[in-house]
C-alpha cells in the first residue's frame, strides 16, 4: 500500500506540473495564431501539402495561402486536444488523491474513471470528424478534382477513413469504472461492519 501511496504522491506532481505546461503552451499557441489571424487575411501555406497518403511540393514561384477558416479550423482543433488532455489529468489527479490517501476503492475513483472513459469517446468523435473536414477543404482550395486531369484519370474524389479503436478503450475504460464502483461499495460494507 505505500509503494501505491507513493506512486500516487509522485504522480499527482507530474500531473499538476503537466497541467501547467500544457495551460502555458496553449495560451502561447492561441496568442500566435490569434495575432496571425487578426493581423493578416491569410499565411503563406508552406511548400508541402500532404493529404492523406498523398505528398504533394507546391510551386515556391506561385502564391499559395491558407485561408482563415483552416486556421480556424486548427485552432479548434488544438483547442479541443489540450482542453481533453487538461480534462484528462484533471480526473487523473481525483484517481491520484484517493490512492494516495489510502483509498483506492473510493467512490470517487469510479466515476473518475468514467469521466476519462466519456471523454475518450468524444476524442475519438471529433479527431475522426476534423481530419475528414480538413481533407474535404483542402480538395477543394487546391482544386484536386482538375489537379490530374488527363487521358487516364477519369475523376478524383476524396475518402473518408475512419479509426474506431476509441470505441474499444472507451467500453474497457466504462467496465473498469464499474468494476471499482463495486470495490467502493464492497470496501463501505467492509468498513460498516468493521
Known amino acids: 500500500m505505500k509503494k501505491l501511496q507513493k506512486f500516487s504522491t509522485v504522480s499527482l506532481k507530474i500531473a499538476n506540473i503537466l497541467i501547467w505546461v500544457l495551460s502555458i503552451i496553449y495560451a502561447v499557441v492561441a496568442l500566435g495564431v490569434f495575432i496571425l489571424l487578426v ?15 498523398l505528398n504533394f511540393a507546391l510551386d515556391p514561384n506561385a502564391i499559395h495561402f491558407i485561408p482563415k477558416h483552416i486556421m480556424l479550423l486548427a485552432m479548434l482543433y488544438l483547442t479541443w486536444a489540450f482542453g481533453i488532455s487538461i480534462y484528462i489529468l484533471v480526473q487523473l ?3 491520484f488523491r484517493a490512492t494516495e490517501g489510502g483509498a483506492p476503492f473510493h467512490c470517487q475513483v469510479g466515476s ?19 481530419p475528414s473536414v480538413f481533407s474535404n ?3 477543394h482550395i487546391y482544386n484536386m478534382d482538375t489537379l490530374f486531369c488527363n ?13 474506431f479503436g476509441f470505441i474499444f478503450e472507451f ?15 464492497l470496501q463501505t460494507l467492509s468498513d460498516e461492519t468493521l
Open 112 to 130: 473518475a474513471i468514467r469521466r476519462i472513459a466519456f471523454s475518450l469517446l468524444l476524442n475519438g468523435i471529433v479527431l475522426n470528424i476534423i
Open 171 to 185: 467500453c474497457l475504460l466504462f467496465l473498469l469504472s464499474y468494476v471499482f464502483q463495486y470495490g467502493a461499495e
Open 137 to 139: 477543404i483542402c480538395y
Open 39 to 53: 493581423g493578416r487575411s491569410s499565411l503563406l501555406a508552406p511548400p508541402k501539402l500532404s493529404i492523406g497518403f
Open 151 to 163: 487521358a487516364s484519370i477519369q475523376g478524383c474524389t476524396v475518402s473518408y477513413d475512419f479509426d
Open 93 to 95: 489527479k481525483k484517481i
